[in-house]
C-alpha cells in the first residue's frame, strides 16, 4: 500500500485479556516506531526497530509491552494482561532509514473495558 | 514521559488572519519538526528545520529553529478553513536513537 496500515482501527478488551497490534510499515522502510497516544496528548515514544533488531525499548511502559519485527517489515506490539490505563490510541511510524521522514499510521484505538 | 511545551492548547482566528504558535524545550534538539494531524489520520510532517537559527517555508506556512536550540515556532499566513487541526512540535536528537519527543498540540479552530 502506499502508507502505513494498522490493524485493527478499533480493538475493545477486557482487562487482564492480552491483545496484539499490528503495524504494516511503507514497502522498504528500515525504521520502525511504535507510539502511544493518550486524548489531548502528543505521541509518546515507545519502541523502535532497525529492520528487525529492536534498537530501543526504552518508552515501553513496563514488561506487559512487548513488540517484534522479526522479518524486518510487518511488526507487532502486543500487551499481556491489559489493564484499563493502557487504553489509548496506539500509532505506528516508519522511515526509509533512522534519520528519514517518519510517516505515522492511523492508528489503533484501544479500548480496555 | 517529557513531553515539550506547546500553549495555548487551543486556538480560535478568523479565515484569512496569521497564527503563529511557539514550542519550547527544557532540552537541545538536533531536528526541530511541525506535523498536523486531523481527525482519524496520523500526524503529517509539515516542515522540518536541521539547523540552529534556520528558517524554511512551506506554502503558507514558516518556521523557525531557535537559536538556542531549545525552541522553534510555526507561523501560518492567511489561513483558510482546511487549516484547522492539530499542530504538534517534535524534536529529535539525530544519531544513535531517532524518536520523537512530541509537544501536547494545538488545536487550530478558523472560522470563516
Known amino acids: 500500500g502506499a502508507g502505513v496500515s494498522q490493524s485493527p482501527r478499533y480493538k475493545v478488551t477486557k482487562r487482564g485479556q492480552d491483545v496484539a497490534l499490528r503495524c504494516d510499515p511503507i514497502?522498504?522502510?528500515?525504521?520502525l516506531y511504535w507510539y502511544r497516544q493518550a486524548l489531548g496528548q502528543g505521541p509518546e515514544f515507545l519502541t523502535y526497530?532497525?529492520?528487525?533488531?529492536?534498537?530501543?525499548k526504552s518508552g515501553l511502559p513496563n514488561d506487559r509491552f512487548s513488540a517484534e519485527r522479526p522479518e524486518g517489515s510487518i511488526s507487532t506490539l502486543t500487551i499481556q494482561r491489559t489493564e484499563q490505563r493502557d487504553s489509548a490510541m496506539y500509532r505506528c511510524?516508519?522511515?526509509?532509514?533512522?534519520?528519514?521522514?517518519?510517516?505515522f499510521g492511523p492508528g489503533t484505538r484501544l479500548l480496555v473495558l | 514521559g517529557q513531553q515539550l511545551n506547546q500553549s495555548p492548547q487551543s486556538m480560535f482566528i478568523q479565515e484569512g488572519e496569521d497564527v503563529s504558535m511557539n514550542c519550547t524545550s527544557s532540552?537541545?534538539?538536533?531536528?526541530w519538526l511541525w506535523y498536523k494531524q486531523e481527525p482519524g489520520e496520523g500526524p503529517v510532517l509539515l516542515i522540518a528545520?536541521?539547523?540552529?537559527?534556520e528558517l524554511t517555508s512551506n506554502g503558507r506556512l514558516t518556521a523557525q529553529f531557535g537559536i538556542t536550540r531549545k525552541d522553534s515556532f510555526l507561523n501560518i499566513s492567511a489561513s483558510i478553513p482546511s487549516d484547522v487541526g492539530i499542530y504538534f512540535c517534535?524534536?529529535?536528537?539525530?544519531?544513535?536513537?531517532?524518536?520523537?519527543?512530541f509537544g501536547k498540540g494545538i488545536t487550530l479552530s478558523v472560522r470563516p
Open positions: 511510524a516508519s522511515s526509509f532509514n533512522q534519520r528519514g521522514t517518519q510517516y
Open positions: 514497502s522498504g522502510h528500515v525504521s
Open positions: 526497530f532497525n529492520y528487525e533488531a529492536q534498537q530501543d
Open positions: 532540552s537541545i534538539f538536533n531536528t
Open positions: 528545520l536541521y539547523k540552529a537559527g
Open positions: 517534535a524534536g529529535q536528537l539525530t544519531g544513535a536513537n531517532s524518536k520523537l519527543t
